[in-house]
């Protein structure tokens, strides 16, 4: 199973058509959205995706009027952070501040993948046995310095995508 992720699209249209174009050239099962997404606009455009999407609202979600009306509109499945999904038979968990992950962890014995963004900073590292991975900036104007990730969830590889 192929998960995509993306996180902080801060309302960069031209940037989630790309994104959206990726996903769909690699034939994702889903995709996992770590939050701010900013306009119920931008959300929207999502619904271009050949597969789920579900994710968490980020601090930037918090304020905007109508993201939960075209979640319901276009069957995406988000909530306030943390959101645990058994995909695969991987627990994952989805945040989009990394702040509260710890005292997660310290709660949860069954985690295999954490997703989180809100730092814009890439972030692929193993801490037990647990897998923490942040794609990094999606949002960015620097053509080429935008990324989003791809898990293969039967080896837990990650591939980056960058446009």
Do not use: W
Not at 40 to 68: Q, S
Not at 98 to 120: A, M
């Amino acid at each position: 199973m192929l998960v995509g992720v993306v996180s902080d699209t801060h309302n960069n249209i031209s940037n989630v058509k790309s994104i959206i174009d990726i996903f769909n050239e690699e034939e994702v099962d889903v995709v996992l959205h770590t939050g701010d997404i900013s306009k119920p606009n931008t959300l929207k455009i999502f619904k271009e995706l050949k597969c789920p999407m579900m994710g968490v609202f980020g601090n930037n979600d918090r304020i905007e009027e109508g993201l939960k009306e075209i979640c319901e509109e276009y069957n995406f499945v988000f909530t306030d952070p943390p959101l645990s999904i058994v995909l695969g038979n991987k627990n994952i968990a989805i945040f989009h501040d990394p702040e509260p992950i710890q005292e997660y962890v310290d709660s949860h014995t069954k985690v295999d993948l954490i997703l989180h963004g809100h730092t814009h900073r890439y972030r692929e590292e193993k801490i037990g046995d647990i897998i923490y991975f942040n794609p990094g900036e999606s949002a960015g104007s620097l053509k080429g310095k935008n990324a989003l990730g791809i898990i293969n969830l039967q080896n837990l590889e990650i591939k980056r995508f960058f446009f």
